[in-house]
């Protein structure tokens, strides 16, 4: 199996930032932030210092450990630089299939020969993407969950090519940031976990446009009935309705599911796209 030292984040978004803050607070490894947006880097490692204060606060961390775990993640504009030297990289970028394809093939060219190359995508399977990196038998998904810091679950998923050796390294890597590892043996659209709530949110959202009961009724229903922590329009909310609406098409486009409803379609072409545009199916001041 290979030796993991050096891990490489490509995407400073709100999760790979937060992948990369995990990493480094395990302190066993150095870890680079890759970006090549105006500010992304300045913007993650402000956020990062502010998750890190927080935790210092509440006791959960020291301060030694939060400065020790912040100073070792590097930031970095060049990938083609950072993928030589790393040992596992993790494509943390936004949730669309062009965007990741063109990482992997950036990664195909300059990553070490022996490096494990791994995609955080919630539902864009690991064969759609290893191709481009044309080493398959070193590729799989890691999909960790938001926010990174706070949720322990991360999905390992092997592809059809994705060697013993690799899944086992992905495997013991999550356990070593202080992460719950569980390994799909096979490829399934939406994992298991999305494609689990994919059938609870869409039959809220049926529920909903039949004017059946209200969103706050719903949510209410399933956090007092099933014991939910957050109803599932809130968890839609939270998690970005687009984001959503992005993997809903995706879905259909494979055959795997119906088309977004026309609910959803309406309020992200409006830009309500629930707590970080301020409104989604409720408004956030």
């Not at 927080?54 to 961390?61: L, M, Q």
Request: aromatic residues 6%; contains cysteine; negative net charge.
């Amino acid at each position: 199996m290979t030796e993991i030292k050096n891990v490489l984040v490509v995407g400073a978004g709100t999760m790979g930032s937060q992948i990369a803050l995990q990493t480094a607070l395990s302190g066993r490894y150095a870890v680079t932030l890759v970006d090549s947006a105006a500010g992304q880097l300045e913007r993650a490692r402000a956020q990062n210092g502010k998750l890190l204060a927080r935790s210092v606060e509440k006791g959960r961390v020291t301060r030694q450990v939060a400065d020790e775990a912040l100073a070792r993640i590097t930031d970095d504009d060049n990938l083609a630089a950072a993928a030589g030297v790393a040992d596992l990289v993790i494509e943390a970028v936004v949730e669309d299939f062009d965007a990741k394809k063109s990482v992997f093939t950036a990664l195909g060219e300059h990553a070490k020969k022996d490096a494990i190359l791994a995609s955080n995508s919630s539902t864009i399977a690991i064969s759609r993407l290893a191709e481009f990196a044309g080493r398959p038998e070193q590729c799989c998904n890691m999909h960790f969950f938001h926010p990174v810091t706070v949720m322990q679950l991360c999905e390992v998923v092997r592809g059809p090519r994705t060697s013993d050796a690799t899944a086992e390294t992905a495997m013991q890597f999550v356990r070593s940031i202080d992460r719950t590892p569980v390994l799909l043996k096979k490829e399934i659209w939406g994992f298991i976990v999305n494609r689990i709530l994919f059938a609870a949110s869409e039959e809220a959202l049926r529920i909903l446009e039949g004017g059946y009961a209200s969103a706050e009724d719903i949510d209410i229903a399933v956090q007092k009935g099933l014991n939910w922590p957050m109803g599932p329009f809130h968890l839609l909310d939270f998690s970005g309705l687009d984001i959503f609406y992005g993997a809903m098409k995706d879905r259909h486009r494979q055959g795997e599911g119906a088309d977004a409803p026309e609910l959803l379609k309406t309020l992200v072409e409006s830009g309500h796209l629930g707590r970080k545009s301020g409104k989604g199916f409720f408004d956030y001041p």
